[in-house]
């Protein structure tokens, strides 16, 4: 039975259709976008914001991500978040874009996992297995880099928890369409105005 919720619900995940392009260098697996619980799924959805159009809001008590279109709409994604200890709240923003990125353990990285030092200094290659995933936005406080990272690479059991080591982590499907809604300049507001970068 398809109720009138479901209904405006299934209506607003194809009025916001994945953008992810066929000549990807290496495979997005699209099912995912559908593996993860219905409320992480991306879709429109309403959002009353005095944030301008195109500014990324998190809420970290729910795990989503909102790009807002205006007119009190957003596009809602579901995604991962920094563990307590490496929760952060505050404004920043995004300088820097990159596809498919190599990644550069931190130094918390290699305090935990000390055979991820042989990625240093040049950095583990843009692929499949690299945890930044198909596309990382690299958020900044001012010129200073955070070290912080709206990526890829999430697994579908990541979503919705806090399971990173501060970084908004998502889907790579999710992260391929947001990447191609998104420029540089944007602004990432975390909800809670206190912590790091408050």
């Known amino acids: 039975m398809i109720t009138r919720r479901s209904f ?5 995940f194809f009025a916001a259709p994945f953008q992810v392009r066929a000549e990807e260098p290496f495979p997005i697996n699209t099912k995912d976008a559908k593996a ?5 799924q991306m879709q429109e959805v309403k959002f009353e914001t005095a944030e301008p159009e195109g500014t990324l809001v998190v809420d970290p008590k729910k795990c989503f991500l909102y790009l807002v279109q205006g007119n009190g709409t ?3 994604y579901g995604c991962a978040l920094g563990k307590s200890a490496k929760a952060w709240s505050g404004e920043v923003t995004i300088k820097k874009m990159k596809e498919w990125p190599t990644w550069f353990p931190a130094p918390y990285h290699t305090q935990v ?4 030092a042989k990625w240093l200094p040049d950095g583990m290659p843009g692929g499949p297995d690299n945890p930044m995933g198909a596309r ?3 958020l900044y406080k001012g010129d200073v880099d955070t070290i912080n990272r709206i990526h890829g690479g999430a697994k579908v ?15 790579n499907v999710h992260i391929v369409d947001l990447y191609a809604r998104v420029q540089v300049g944007a602004r990432v507001v975390m ?3 206190k ?4």
Do not use: H, W
């Open 36 to 40: 993860v619980a219905f409320k992480y």
């Open 191 to 193: 909800q809670e105005k």
């Open 113 to 116: 996992k000390p055979d991820l």
């Open 136 to 138: 990382s936005m690299y």
């Open 195 to 198: 912590g790091l970068f408050g």
């Open 157 to 171: 059991s990541d979503i919705g928890r806090k399971a990173t080591a501060g970084c908004i982590g998502m889907l």
């Open 74 to 76: 957003a596009i809602r």
């Open 8 to 12: 405006f619900a299934f209506a607003a």
